[in-house]
């Protein structure tokens, strides 16, 4: 479950996502039906699921697409040794689909442009302040706030939480419209990432993030992310790429382009460090 899960989590400290040193993990959430905490513990090779709150049966029901029941991976053909080495090492590997786009929405518009210590402190801070207390969860754990909280949300709350005029204004955009994008996970593949695109702010990498994670999208590349080109072209060709480069490189293993991001970044690789890390800018304070 930890590489399966894995994409769902926004930092060490995401306060809708807590994972035990047994390996239970809980997730907490918006539903259609209202927020919702999801308890998963293994066992014996199965999974056992306990649900809290107005949308606990909504997520119930979407244990098995979550942990990748309705990942096809047929048809993947390994056109490197490295990724078929991988696929080896890792024959169970899924791609997981909540089945939502909203909280998966903002927590991909706060990634946008800033370094992960940034987004993952503005989500916090969004999280704790403007959410609601995970129904069932241990202490500490909030749902992410609802398109109504966000809308209720005041400018300065938001240069508060560290979050910038463009991405705050996207964010705003999205909650106005929340339920119309909803159609995304049913309409699915490039027509749904486009359907996304409708809001102004939400371009190719925010669209990819959600839908990689909304409804498991093995297509979905997140091109204009800083890290992945590099790390594609270190790990096959063995040199910088940027991002026509690794389409291109990718581009024999479509419809399966993300799923090979997927094995490089479960394996732990990245690219290598020339210089020093990019420096994290403080909104707050601005």
């Not at 979550?66 to 490295?82: I, N, T, V």
């Not at 089945?99 to 706060?110: F, K, P």
């Not at 992310?225 to 790429?241: C, Q």
């Amino acid at each position: 479950m930890p590489d399966l899960l894995g994409p769902l989590r926004r930092g060490f400290a995401d306060p809708a996502f807590r994972r035990e040193p047994t390996g239970a993990t809980w997730l907490a959430a918006n539903t259609p039906a209202g927020p919702g905490t999801l308890l998963l513990r293994g066992s014996a090779g199965e999974v056992v699921a306990v649900a809290w709150g107005d949308g606990a049966e909504l997520l119930l029901d979407g244990v098995p697409r979550l942990l990748g029941a309705d990942d096809d991976s047929s048809g993947f053909r390994a056109h490197h040794p490295l990724v078929a080495d991988l696929r080896r090492r890792r024959p169970n590997l899924r791609l997981p689909s909540t089945g939502r786009v909203w909280d998966l929405l903002v927590a991909s518009v706060l990634e946008q442009k800033v370094t992960g210590t940034e987004a993952h402190r503005s989500w916090r801070e969004l999280c704790r302040r403007f959410g609601t207390p995970a129904p069932g969860a241990p202490a500490g754990m909030f749902v992410p706030p609802s398109p109504d909280a966000v809308l209720a949300i005041q400018d300065w709350e938001w240069h508060r939480a560290g979050v910038d005029l463009s991405r705050r204004k996207t964010i705003v955009l999205a909650a106005q419209v929340a339920h119309q994008l909803e159609k995304a996970v049913t309409v699915r593949g490039r027509p749904g990432r486009d359907l996304l695109r409708k809001v102004p702010g939400i371009g190719f990498w925010t669209a990819a993030e959600i839908a990689q994670r909304a409804w498991g999208d093995a297509d979905a590349v997140s091109v204009g992310d800083f890290h992945i080109p590099s790390v594609v072209g270190y790990a096959l060709l063995g040199r910088k790429l940027d991002d026509a480069g690794m389409l291109e490189v990718l581009a024999p293993y479509a419809p399966h382009r993300q799923r090979v991001v997927r094995y490089l970044e479960a394996s732990g690789i990245k690219r290598p460090r020339f210089g020093p890390r990019y420096s994290p800018r403080d909104y707050r304070e601005l």
